[in-house]
């Protein structure tokens, strides 16, 4: 990359600075990026990331070790852009309620200092490390969408970040529809946006304050018409009454709209402090199995929804389906080489 004669532009807002990448090394508080060597699922070795600065912007999520008999989870170990936190909905299984059961705020939506995210950021983009190409996670710790009704939405400033490279990929992961500032952004080509859907009785009773899923997938749609990478998690799904009617459905709602580049599916889990930290805890009847992942659903059942599912994907000539904390079993039990694992996360 260049870093000759460019100087720093301060937009959106008089106490954000946004960077080029091709600004001068001067003009940026670059940090310390640090690599290591990873295994990776498929057994190969590769240099990757492990985290920049102090890690509290850009770190590689490595919470999940590589399994290594049956039951164990599997979970590709990516790399987090943590620049927000927590969330503006109130789905009853959030997982941010138990992180973030310490902090006075919870999971109540939390910015953090755009400076240092931009520092941090450009200290990645500018680093001649011989990694890459990978996708930074935008969305593991917060909804990526919750700042895009601002005056100076994150959206925009990923945009003007990540201009002039082609190592690294921005995933927006979202139940939110509020998608106009992201389709105003001219270099869409850096973003990958996911969205989180669910069956519509499933959504009513838990996902409290989201969009509908219908909201989500005309979102969805709208950008894969303007030529974005769309992506869908279909998570957690949840065994209830007439549950296969209700993923039906949702297969058809999708399909009936668009195409998705890829599609994840997971069923109910949630972590001990995830439970403990829940307002509502109805949806807890549903988990009957341990894991080193938390609790599960029972490993029959799920199999049986994601074999529902891949049959109603199949259907409609789609086979590009992952699962997202699942055990090996249960990849295997499905025909799926988790070694060669393409999910959400992933590039």
């Not at 829940?278 to 341990?290: Q, Y």
Request: net charge neutral.
């Amino acid at each position: 990359m260049e870093h000759d004669g460019i100087q720093k532009t301060r937009m959106c807002s008089e106490h954000t600075t946004i960077f080029s990448t091709s600004v001068a090394y001067g003009d940026v508080n670059m940090v310390r990026v640090s690599v290591s060597d990873y295994e990776q699922l498929s057994g190969k070795r590769r240099t990757q990331i492990k985290k920049v600065g102090d890690g509290t912007i850009l770190t590689r999520f490595d919470k999940t070790p590589l399994p290594t008999k049956e039951t164990d989870v599997v979970c590709p170990h990516f790399l987090e852009l943590k620049w927000a936190t927590g969330c503006p909905y109130n789905c009853a299984w959030c997982y941010l309620q138990g992180t973030f059961r310490f902090q006075d705020y919870r999971k109540s939506p939390k910015v953090k200092d755009l400076d240092k995210v931009s520092s941090h950021v450009m200290s990645l983009l500018n680093a001649d490390d011989g990694t890459g190409p990978e996708v930074l996670n935008a969305g593991e710790l917060s909804d990526s969408l919750l700042d895009e009704l601002s005056d100076c939405p994150f959206s925009k400033r990923v945009s003007d970040m990540f201009r002039g490279q082609d190592r690294y990929k921005v995933l927006f992961v979202t139940k939110s529809d509020s998608i106009d500032s992201l389709l105003r952004v001219d270099n869409k080509e850096r973003f990958i946006v996911s969205f989180s859907v669910n069956a519509t009785a499933v959504s009513e009773r838990w996902e409290h304050g989201a969009p509908s899923p219908i909201a989500r997938l005309d979102a969805a749609k709208r950008l894969s018409e303007a030529g974005f990478t769309v992506r869908l998690r279909i998570d957690p799904m949840v065994p209830i009454d007439g549950w296969r009617d209700g993923y039906g459905r949702l297969v058809d709602e999708i399909f009936d709209r668009f195409v998705p580049e890829r599609i994840t599916a997971g069923s109910l889990r949630g972590l001990q402090s995830t439970i403990n930290n829940s307002k509502d805890r109805s949806w807890v009847e549903f988990l009957g199995e341990r894991s080193n992942w938390g609790r599960k659903v029972n490993y029959d059942i799920r199999l049986e929804m994601y074999r529902f599912l891949t049959d109603r994907l199949r259907e409609r000539g789609y086979s590009d389906l992952a699962l997202c904390k699942e055990t090996v079993e249960c990849w295997e039990a499905l025909g799926l080489d988790y070694r060669k694992i393409r999910c959400n996360c992933m590039l």
